[in-house]
C-alpha cells in the first residue's frame, strides 16, 4: 500500500501566493530541569525548605527587634548592645551542645522543645521591657534565647542525608542554603524595623517568635527527610577532627569581615549625614552574596572544595580593597553602594565552599554540631569584628575602618594557604 506523501500546497489569496506545508515535525525535545528544580523533585525537600525559611528569617530580626524595644523604651542604646551582646555570648557557649543533642537524638525531638524555650525567652523579654521590669531581668530573659536550634545547620543536614550520593546536587543545595541565609540577614532588620517603627516597640520581637515557633513546627512536621539519629558517643568530636580547627579559625576571621563591613558602613553612612540609608548600602552588599550565591549554585565545578577554598579566600580579599579605595578616594555614599554590590559577590561562593569542607571534614553523625561550630567561629568573628571597626571609626576615621575588614579577609587566606601548604606537604 503506498504511503502517503506529504507535500507542500500552493493556493493563492487575492494576489497573494500562500505555502501550506503539511510535513510532520518531529517531537520536541523536553527541556532538561535546571539545577534547582532538579533540587526541589525529591520528595518533602519543598516543605521542609518552607519552614526552614519561616524560622530563619527570624535570625535576622530578633537582635534589631531587642535594640530597638530596649533603647526606645529605656532610653539606652549601650543597655540594648550589652543585652544582645549577652545573647551572642551564651548563644556561643549552648548552641555547640544543642547541636550535639540534635544529632544524638533527632531534629524533631530536640530543636522543636529548643525552639519553644528560646521562644518563651523572647516573650519574657517583651514583657519586662513592656513592665519597666529591672534591668538584669532583660539579661536572664535573653540569654534564654540561646537555645535556638542552628536551622540552617539542620537545613544542610537534611541536604547532605538526602544527596549524600550526587555531589553536584549538593554543592547546588549548600548554595541555596547560602542564598538564604543572606536574604533573611537582609529582609530580617527590615521587616523588624518596620514593625517596631509603625505598629509599637514590642512588634518586631512578638512577629520573629511566632515566626520561629511556626516554622520550626512546620519544618521538624517533615519526618521523611529527617536525618537518622546517631547514638555514637565515642565518636570523635568535630574539634578534634584533622582540617578542623584551622577551618574554624578561618570561619572565626570571615566573621569578623562581616561583623566589621556593618559597623563601619553604618558609621561611613552616619558620617555624611545619610544614617539612614546605611540599611539599604548593607542590604545591596547582601543582595550581591545572594545572587552569586544562586549563579555559583548552578554551575559544575571540578576539583576538590579544598582547593577551590583559597581562590575564593583571595576574590573576597580583593573585592573588599573596593569599598575602602572608593571611601577613601572618593567618599560617595553612592559609589560606596556600588562597591559594596560588588564585594558582596564574593561572600556566597566562600561560605558555600567553607561549608562544604565542614561537612567533609565533620565526623560520621555529627554534622550538626559540626556546622553549628563553624557558625558560632562566625559569631565570635562578627562581635570580635564588630568591636574592632567600631573601635577604628570612632578613634580614627569610617574610611580607616574599611581597612579592618579587608584585613580580616586576608588573614583568612593566610590561613587557608597555610593549612593547604600543610596538606601537600
Known amino acids: 500500500m503506498p504511503q502517503p506523501t506529504h507535500r507542500p500546497l500552493f493556493t493563492t489569496t487575492g494576489e497573494t501566493l500562500v505555502i501550506a506545508d503539511f510535513t510532520p515535525r518531529p517531537p520536541r525535545t523536553p527541556r532538561e530541569p535546571g539545577p534547582y528544580r532538579r533540587l526541589f523533585t525529591h520528595p518533602g525537600t519543598r516543605a521542609f525548605t518552607a519552614g526552614n525559611l519561616l524560622a530563619r528569617l527570624p535570625m535576622g530580626m530578633f537582635s534589631v527587634s531587642a535594640v530597638v524595644m530596649i533603647a526606645g523604651t529605656r532610653g539606652s542604646y549601650a543597655l540594648a548592645g550589652a543585652v544582645t551582646a549577652t545573647g551572642l555570648a551564651a548563644t556561643a557557649v549552648l548552641a555547640p551542645f544543642t547541636a550535639r543533642l540534635i544529632d544524638r537524638h533527632g531534629q524533631a525531638r530536640v530543636a522543636l522543645p529548643a525552639t519553644l524555650l528560646a521562644a518563651l525567652g523572647s516573650l519574657a523579654l517583651l514583657l519586662c521591657v513592656r513592665y519597666d521590669a529591672p534591668a538584669w531581668t532583660l539579661f536572664a530573659a535573653y540569654a534564654a534565647t540561646a537555645t535556638t536550634p542552628n536551622i540552617g545547620g539542620m537545613s544542610r543536614a537534611r541536604w547532605a542525608h538526602l544527596l549524600k550520593d550526587d555531589a553536584s546536587s549538593l554543592h547546588t543545595a549548600n548554595s541555596f542554603e547560602q542564598a538564604a541565609d543572606e536574604l533573611c540577614f537582609m529582609l530580617g532588620p527590615v521587616l ?30 517533615q519526618r521523611s527527610t529527617e536525618p537518622p539519629a546517631q547514638k555514637q558517643p565515642h565518636t570523635k568530636t568535630p574539634l578534634r577532627a584533622p582540617g578542623m580547627p584551622p577551618l574554624l579559625l578561618a570561619c572565626l576571621a570571615m566573621g569578623a569581615v562581616f561583623g566589621s563591613m556593618e559597623v563601619v558602613t553604618i558609621a561611613f553612612a552616619d558620617a555624611r549625614g545619610h544614617a539612614s540609608a546605611a540599611g539599604l548600602v548593607l542590604g545591596l552588599q547582601a543582595a550581591g552574596s545572594c545572587g552569586a550565591g544562586l549563579a555559583y549554585g548552578a554551575l559544575k565545578l571540578r576539583g576538590p572544595a579544598e582547593a577551590r577554598h583559597p581562590w575564593c579566600l583571595a576574590a573576597m580579599t580583593a573585592l573588599l580593597a573596593l569599598p575602602l579605595l572608593t571611601a577613601a578616594t572618593t567618599g560617595s555614599l553612592l559609589l560606596l553602594a556600588g562597591t559594596l554590590l560588588i564585594a558582596g559577590m564574593a561572600t556566597a561562593p566562600t561560605m558555600v565552599t567553607t561549608m562544604t569542607l565542614v561537612q567533609e571534614r565533620t565526623p560520621a553523625g555529627r554534622l550538626n554540631e559540626g556546622m553549628t561550630l563553624a557558625v558560632t567561629s562566625l559569631l565570635g568573628g562578627i562581635a570580635a569584628g ?14 580607616a575602618g574599611y581597612s579592618v575588614p579587608v584585613t580580616a579577609a586576608a588573614v583568612a587566606l593566610t590561613i587557608s594557604l597555610a593549612t593547604n601548604s600543610r596538606a601537600i606537604h
Not at 509603625?198 to 520550626?216: D, N, R, S, Y
Not at 564588630?386 to 580614627?396: D, F, I, K, M, R
Open 192 to 221: 523588624a524595623a518596620l514593625l517596631c517603627g509603625t505598629l509599637f516597640p514590642e512588634a518586631g520581637t512578638l512577629v520573629a517568635a511566632v515566626l520561629l515557633v511556626t516554622g520550626m513546627l512546620l519544618f521538624t512536621a
Open 386 to 399: 564588630s568591636a574592632v571597626a567600631g573601635w577604628t571609626a570612632e578613634h580614627l576615621s569610617p574610611t
